[in-house]
């Protein structure tokens, strides 16, 4: 398991043990994070995957290296969706305390 593997791994454990309906999921068949039945970050290839929304913007977090997420061949990517490389695992927890956020806002929560 690699060390961003683990990282990954604890914010899971963090979240799902702090915060209510917040537990464990899937997304594309990776391991994420669902706040009733939405996921809302997962992990895929060494890297951790967001929906921050469309408005979002990385560079407010310092952050100048992303992807959106594009998981189809022949459809646009989801720009409401962020992958975050490794090289900025340090704002991992931020990220995800962001994206609960954005997910209870979508479902009216906040």
């Known amino acids: 398991m690699s060390r961003n593997n683990e990282l990954f791994e604890v914010i899971v454990e963090e979240f799902s043990m702090n915060n209510d309906h917040v537990e464990a999921g899937k997304m594309m068949s990776s391991p ?22 469309k408005d979002f913007e990385p560079s407010s977090l310092g952050i100048s290296t992303f992807s959106y997420l594009s998981p189809f061949k022949n459809k646009p990517p989801m720009k409401a969706w962020f992958q975050i490389e490794a090289e900025d695992a340090e704002k991992w927890r931020e990220l995800t305390v962001l994206s609960l956020a954005y997910i209870k806002r979508e479902l009216g929560e906040e």
């Open 32 to 53: 994420g994070l669902k706040y009733r039945n939405k996921v809302f970050a997962f992990f895929y290839e060494d890297a951790m995957t967001f929906k921050l929304g």
